[in-house]
């Protein structure tokens, strides 16, 4: 990996000043203002997947908007700051959709709404949708310019569209969210200044569901991270509804697994990491999570990350991914058998018990795929 130091010749700013990658040129002289200054401190930054390139971005970051300046949000006229202001990376955003005419049109809204004005494109990959996915899509090009809508039907799986994206991207930073979801007003512009600094990044997922009923009723729980999910005794893992990579690290990776039934997210951001890549929290990135509303869908859902759970230890097994405990997972099939009567007199106890229950059935079906023992 290439390790890149650079510092920011000492100045006095009124206005959020930008960076210098040994420049000698003189700072522009600033506006008389009645505040007082404050000088730039030195910093330095470490390249992980942009090598040489990579520009100094750490002590601007501490500003309102971090690394970039305020014109790129706010329309204000790029010629009033300083020549050495760091461009931006191109930004490509990648749904996957699959007969999601009902919601797509949605997260659209939401991308337009964005406050970014820097480069950026919206790819849609539809993979062998039979609703209206695509007409709903191509009613946003006039609102979002850098629209496209591509075939991804030639595989079924969102992998396979997210793969098809990703490899006609314009972009040399790739962001990925989820058909389903809605990116919350700023989403864009904190996970273009994380884009900046960082190779492998992910934000906030926050669930959401239609009825008042606990949302996180049959998914687990969240943890300490949110966003960032820490796997026991091995790597730390994000769902691809609101993850982000370098053009190159994905190259480098190979992009998304297809051959996963379930837990493609996590195998991708395995993958990454074990190329040295770590997986950073962007904590103003937030992204609204549909749950699923019947019992059925979170059925099926919960059942193919069973399987999907077996798969990865599969996968990664000989990476160090711990195995899970077979006396703990007795236990918790046999909580199940016994808490079943207690769990159907309420809709979060009826969610809950259901939720697991697909989880651990999932588990068995895994394991008899893949011929390994797995609760």
């Not at 190329?275 to 193919?304: F, I, K």
Request: hydrophobic share 40%; aromatic share 8%; with cysteine.
């Amino acid at each position: 990996m290439a390790r890149t130091d650079c510092s920011c010749r000492r100045a006095t700013w009124t206005r959020s000043p930008p960076c210098s990658r040994g420049s000698t040129k003189t700072p522009r002289s600033a506006p008389a203002s009645p505040a007082r200054p404050r000088p730039l401190r030195a910093c330095s930054t470490t390249s992980r997947s942009r090598g040489p390139t990579s520009r100094c971005t750490t002590a601007c970051s501490r500003r309102r908007g971090g690394p970039f300046p305020e014109w790129l949000w706010s329309g204000v006229d790029a010629d009033a700051y300083d020549e050495r202001v760091p461009e931006p990376p191109y930004l490509s955003v990648i749904i996957p959709a699959r007969d999601a005419g009902a919601t797509i049109g949605t997260q659209l809204e939401a991308l337009a709404a964005q406050n970014w004005q820097g480069r950026w494109e919206v790819i849609v990959a539809d993979n062998g949708s039979r609703d209206d996915t695509v007409s709903r899509a191509e009613q946003w090009r006039d609102r979002l310019p850098g629209l496209r809508v591509v075939d991804a039907s030639s595989v079924p799986g969102a992998s396979h569209a997210r793969n098809v994206a990703a490899e006609i991207a314009s972009g040399d930073y790739l962001l990925f969210l989820d058909a389903d979801d809605v990116a919350e007003p700023g989403w864009l512009a904190a996970m273009a200044a994380a884009a900046a600094e960082h190779s492998f990044i992910a934000g906030v997922s926050t669930p959401v569901h239609e009825t008042a009923s606990d949302s996180q009723s049959g998914m687990g729980r969240t943890t300490r991270w949110s966003a960032i999910l820490p796997s026991k005794g091995f790597l730390d893992a994000a769902a691809t509804n609101n993850l982000g990579v370098s053009a190159n690290v994905w190259h480098e990776v190979g992009g998304f697994r297809e051959s996963m039934l379930a837990g493609m997210d996590t195998a991708f951001c395995w993958d990454v990491q074990l190329l040295g890549h770590p997986l950073v929290r962007v904590d103003r990135a937030h992204v609204s999570y549909r749950m699923r509303t019947s019992l059925r869908e979170l059925w099926s859902q919960q059942y193919r990350w069973g399987i999907g759970s077996v798969q990865l230890y599969v996968l990664f097994r000989e990476h160090g991914v711990p195995r899970s405990s077979t006396f703990g997972g007795i236990v918790r099939v046999l909580g199940l058998v016994a808490m079943a009567p207690f769990s159907i007199w309420s809709v979060d106890g009826r969610r809950d018990w259901v939720g697991r229950a697909a989880r651990r059935a999932g588990r068995i079906a895994g394991s008899i795929r893949f011929r390994v023992f797995m609760l």
